[in-house]
């Protein structure tokens, strides 16, 4: 029952360039979450993008929210090394579960 | 800062083997989650608790079942572990309500071997 879909799986860039990825979904949601995953551990929640807003930032991050196309896009601008990380988008099935894409592996080359 | 204590961070088991992981969250979220994650297949939802002593199915729930008998506190039993059940497992909790409403706050996970 995958719901969001990101794209590319994976995107390798050098230090100080923006990195963007993008996550489709099928149904309509009340809103979309993006988290991030380093190797090997958990995942930890960035930003949560609700569907009357079109536009989000939080530090480096922007996400963006188009309804009308079922996609959501998180922008990591003047990446760093630390940056790293798998990125992953859940979309809401049911009152409290989401389900999560399969990922963004991101490398970022310093 | 919420803290989800996932009880290992690797183990090693035999097939056939009755296997225990446990998660502890110090938030009082009332809800928990249970996920696998596998290779290309991202993160699969096993089994959910809303509440304690309440359990909802996820989508791959065959060969696990959980127990909550207190909050805090979400267990994933693989009654008989198989070789297929080798897989990262991941615990979570959200509240219902707040200004953290439905954000799920994730364990550092148990790496799982069933040889």
């Known amino acids: 029952s995958q719901q969001g879909e990101e794209d590319p799986q994976a995107l390798s860039i050098q230090e100080g360039e923006n990195a963007t990825m993008n996550c489709s979904y099928k149904?309509?949601?009340?809103?979309l979450q993006w988290y991030r995953q380093n190797s090997g551990r958990g995942l930890v929640h960035l930003i949560l993008?609700?569907?009357?807003?079109r536009e989000k930032h939080s530090g480096r991050l922007r996400v963006t929210l188009d309804t009308s196309k079922k996609s959501s896009s998180l922008l990591i601008t003047a990446s760093r090394a630390a940056d790293t990380a798998s990125y992953f988008c859940?979309?809401?099935?049911?009152?409290?579960?989401?389900?999560f894409g399969t990922g963004t592996r991101l490398k970022v080359l310093a | 800062d919420v803290k989800v204590t996932q009880s290992s961070r690797y183990l090693v088991k035999r097939t056939g083997e009755k296997v225990f992981l446990e998660c502890v969250q110090d938030m009082d979220h009332e809800n928990m989650f249970w996920y696998r994650q596998d290779p290309g297949l991202g993160l699969r939802l096993i089994y959910f608790s809303y509440d304690v002593k309440m359990k909802e199915k996820g989508d791959i729930p065959e060969g696990y079942s959980v127990s909550r008998e207190k909050k805090e506190r979400f267990s994933l039993i693989l009654e008989s572990a198989s070789t297929n059940q080798t897989s990262m497992y991941l615990c979570?909790?959200?509240?219902?309500?707040?200004?953290?409403?439905?954000?799920?706050?994730f364990g550092a996970g148990t790496r799982l071997s069933v040889l």
């Open positions: 859940a979309t809401p099935s049911g009152t409290y579960k989401y389900i």
């Open positions: 149904t309509s949601i009340n809103n």
């Open positions: 979570a909790s959200s509240p219902t309500g707040g200004l953290t409403k439905n954000i799920q706050y």
């Open positions: 993008i609700r569907s009357n807003e």
